[in-house]
């Protein structure tokens, strides 16, 4: 069942976000839908899903070895800078 929802945002977002709907042929109301159901994933309590560029970096340093990053990154700056 839809429901009415009432937002205050900045006037140029607004204004933006108008053009982007019409050249996507998609109402604001669908599109901020879209974007809570994102946020919320499909189920309560589930972790949105990632895309594009954040969901092929996740997890990209899971495997990593490198425990101390600050004497990581020093040596990096060092052997750069030699």
């Known amino acids: ?3 009415k929802l009432t937002l205050k945002m900045d006037q140029a977002v607004i204004g933006r976000m108008k053009s982007y709907a019409a050249r ?8 901020t ?3 809570f159901r994102t946020l919320t994933g499909s ?3 589930s972790e949105p899903k990632l895309a594009g560029v954040v969901a092929e970096l ?3 340093l899971r ?3 490198v425990t101390d990053h600050k004497a ?3 040596r990096h700056i060092e ?3 030699r």
């Open 72 to 74: 990581a990154y020093r």
């Open 58 to 60: 996740a997890g990209i």
């Open 33 to 35: 839908e879209g974007y």
């Open 1 to 3: 069942m839809d429901m």
């Open 79 to 81: 052997e750069k800078y």
């Open 24 to 31: 996507n042929r998609r109402s604001i109301s669908r599109i």
């Open 63 to 65: 495997d990593s070895r």
């Open 43 to 45: 189920r309560q309590g």
